[in-house]
């Protein structure tokens, strides 16, 4: 009986789909040119609805965005697949840098129904 | 036979042991679910439901934290259709954000503590407590002076953000 409850919750497990990334709190390191800055971000996909990620530098209120280069922008990410990737600011913005997120971009379908966008955020402390 | 024996010894003996490290890391993170997809049913022409009774199906997602006091987590429910066919009058909406299960005790409190912004339409936790809380959007569409809802498929966006405290 335990052993059924285990399968089950096993199973179910594998049936969520979902979004993941780290680090919580990244730091912002030397990247071999003057004035710039680099951090490494990783994103996973668990979300086989998703195909693509909309990544984003903001300030403290999370909407005002910062301007940084990676290597795109919105980054294709395969069902179970993760990705990391490096984003450079100058520094002379990492003052006002306090959010790097990641953002779900949907497709479209026929149904009427109810979409999930998922957004997750770190934070430079 | 003694010889034999010996150098098989010896042979056993220089068997090199493989030694293989698993290694791993644990570090906070925040995961998103979708639990589960909402839809939306509609029990008469003018209004749009996630409500069961009315067969609609309520999202439901879920949030994973591995560490406490890391991540707030921010839901909404819609307040416009992210596509529709073109609608000439104005839509309500009403909804609501609220937690429909949790996986320690110690979440009990997190409605209670939670505040909305947004007009009402998105409600914070702060994730206090390590683990996994489900949480539910629940959101009904009326059609402007109770007309018909044009036919065609509505979408409408739920939003789920874990922030980094």
Known sequence: MRCSIGICLLLLNFAVHSHEQTP?????????????KKTNIRVWNKRPDIEYYEIGVFEKDLETPIPFVTAYKVIPLAYLKEVKFDIYIRESNIEEARYVCSLSKLRSSNESQTLLVTRVCSKFK | MKKLLIALSFILSATPI?????????????????VTEGRYGNPNAY??????????????????????????????YPTSFSSSPSLSDNVTWTGAVS???TGESGMSGYHAASTTTNGGATR?????VAGSVWIQSTSVAVYGGNRAFPGGTYKAVVVAECVAQ
């Open chain 1, 24 to 36: 919580t709190y990244p730091t912002w390191k030397t990247s071999g040119i003057d004035g710039i």
């Open chain 2, 18 to 34: 493989l030694a293989i490290d698993i290694s791993g890391s644990v570090e906070s993170r925040c995961t998103i679910a979708d």
């Open chain 2, 47 to 76: 209004t749009l439901t996630t409500d069961p009774a009315s067969n609609g199906v309520v999202p439901v997602i879920r949030a994973d934290t591995t560490l406490a006091n890391a991540y707030h987590l921010n839901v909404s």
């Open chain 2, 99 to 101: 937690v429909k299960a």
């Open chain 2, 124 to 128: 914070q936790y702060a994730l206090s």
